[in-house]
């Protein structure tokens, strides 16, 4: 169930790509110490990919906070959406949010990943649980 509520956060599919929800994601989270997760994978109709991650209550969302929080000193440049700090490097984007969900969208440039980030329920999200 904490799969499903979790996976509502996942922003809906832009206009002109398609979104398919990840349904194995949550199996691999017991590899890693458990937690709740969902994912889902974009495609553009350009066939541009992007695939974003959600995790909750799990060792990595732990051991992930300390880089994002000193993300500009890493060398990744920080963005904000709203209050929310957004890590991002190349390809790559990440946030913790609540202090206990990790945030996580790869594969295409940082506009595009902040294009879809955007659209994340923040507030609702800090609240998960």
């Known amino acids: 169930m904490k799969t499903d509520a979790l996976e509502r956060f996942l922003p809906e599919a832009p206009e ?6 990840d349904t194995d994601m949550a199996q691999g989270l017991a590899f890693m110490g458990g ?10 109709p350009d066939g541009e ?10 060792p990595m969302v732990a051991s992930m906070a300390g880089m994002i929080a000193n993300a500009a000193m890493m060398g990744m440049t920080v963005e ?24 996580q969208a ?9 294009s ?5 329920d923040f507030d609702a999200l ?3 649980g």
Not at 35 to 44: N, P, R
Not at 49 to 58: G, H, I, P, Q
Not at 116 to 120: A, D, G, P
């Open 16 to 21: 002109g790509w398609s979104r398919e929800i």
């Open 35 to 44: 937690g709740v997760g969902a994912g889902a994978d974009y495609e553009g």
């Open 49 to 58: 990919t992007v695939s974003m991650s959600l995790m909750a209550d799990n």
């Open 80 to 103: 904000r959406v709203g209050r929310q700090r957004i890590a991002l490097q190349d390809d790559q984007a990440m946030a913790l949010i609540g202090n206990r969900v990790l945030l």
């Open 106 to 114: 790869e594969g295409a440039a940082p506009e595009v990943l902040m």
């Open 116 to 120: 879809l980030i955007e659209q994340v």
């Open 126 to 128: 800090t609240g998960f």
